[in-house]
């Protein structure tokens, strides 16, 4: 499957002809992993003849879905997804490329956090903002932040009206009452999508679109009325989401690649491992227990079968904790093990022997 090349080499898109310094080491340490990353990241993109590029931010409340989004445009799973917040802790990018153009979507930590540290400024749209894609995501299952946009989205739209921004209902065969989907379009968008009134029950002969427009804005403002496209998605259905990348990619406007053809993550292995791990952690362990867990991982090499070992040592606070996360009888830390396991493999794409053990903190 992997040619000459070894699998995490194959991973990271790099050549013996590539990394000539980082061949014969077996097992690799750590250190290697992360200098062939650097390598693929150093490397100049390598630019068809007309490249395209449109760079995505994907925003919305806490838990809407959004990592999720990254990883189903992706392809594979490298980024932590969660109903805890604070999964995402800091900022990574992912790459989509195809035939000419290249997607680079921004998955950054909680939106509130992002805004407030004003990580998205019009320094960073170092490109026009014709090739920049905002992507506000609501969770229409959730019946407590459905009806209106996120305060902070609201900001972080208002902030840069110019920017293009499409508005994508995610989880839509989970509402059971399917005529809401009008009423929540209705909402979040204030009646207008791409500068167009929308239809809807409330519509008056009498009361003329302008005037219509400006009574919803100063009853509440719940909505965005500058969305030029809505996207609805299924939980369980992927089309939806393909049918959403090809819109995107169509939307990729002339400019150089950012990224090496290869490139799927900014993440460093060592980072995605982590990272999954982690999701594990806050999915399983109750309260504040997992963001107190340290993770320090003892083994990385490659076995003689060609897979991937990692051992890692989850550390922490007190001696409840200890009893918490291993588990009656090794049951959960297995649990935890055998499911970020399966994950790893679906990352890196070679077989992974993954073992973890807990420590208190001395």
């Not at 445009?73 to 195809?98: D, E, F, M, W, Y």
């Not at 965005?224 to 959403?244: N, Q, S, Y």
């Not at 400019?255 to 399983?284: A, M």
């Amino acid at each position: 499957m992997y040619g000459n090349d070894s699998a995490l080499d194959y991973i990271l898109g790099i050549t013996k002809e590539d990394a000539p310094s980082l061949v014969g080491q077996h097992p690799p340490p750590l250190s290697a992993f992360k200098a062939e990353q650097d390598i693929l990241l150093g490397h100049q993109p390598d630019q068809p003849e007309n490249p395209k590029i449109l760079r995505i931010a994907i925003i919305g409340a806490p838990n809407a879905g959004k990592s999720t989004l990254s990883n189903q445009l992706l392809g594979r799973k490298v980024l932590p997804v969660s109903k805890k917040v604070h999964t995402t802790r800091r900022n990574a990018q992912g790459v989509i490329t195809k035939d000419d153009t290249q997607l680079v979507v921004l998955d950054t930590p909680g939106l509130t956090t992002h805004l407030k540290a004003k990580r998205l400024t019009q320094a960073d749209l170092v490109i026009p903002t014709s090739s920049f894609e905002v992507l506000v995501l609501v969770d229409v299952s959730d019946h407590y932040t459905r009806n209106c946009l996120h305060p902070e989205v609201l900001k972080c739209l208002a902030r840069f009206p110019d920017l293009p921004s499409i508005l994508v209902l995610n989880k839509v065969d989970l509402l059971k009452k399917k005529f809401l989907l009008l009423y929540l379009v209705t909402e979040l968008t204030e009646g207008v999508v791409n500068g167009k009134k929308l239809k809807t029950a409330e519509d008056s002969d009498s009361v003329p679109a302008k005037e219509n427009r400006k009574h919803v804005r100063e009853k509440a403002k719940k909505g965005w009325p500058g969305f030029k496209e809505i996207f609805m998605l299924a939980a369980t259905d992927r089309e939806e989401v393909e049918t959403l990348k090809r819109y995107l990619l169509k939307q990729a406007r002339p400019g150089p690649w950012e990224f090496h053809s290869e490139v799927l993550t900014t993440q460093s292995p060592q980072e995605v491992c982590d990272n999954i791990i982690r999701e594990k952690l806050l999915e399983y362990l109750p309260e504040e227990v997992p963001y107190t867990v340290t993770q320090r991982t003892e083994v990385w090499e490659e076995g003689p079968g060609g897979e991937l070992v990692i051992v890692q040592n989850l550390i922490v606070q007190k001696e409840t904790h200890v009893k918490m996360l291993v588990g009656s009888r090794g049951h959960l830390i297995s649990k935890i093990a055998q499911e970020a396991g399966s994950d790893l493999m679906n990352a890196f794409l070679c077989d992974v022997h993954l073992k973890l053990s807990v420590q208190l903190k001395k």
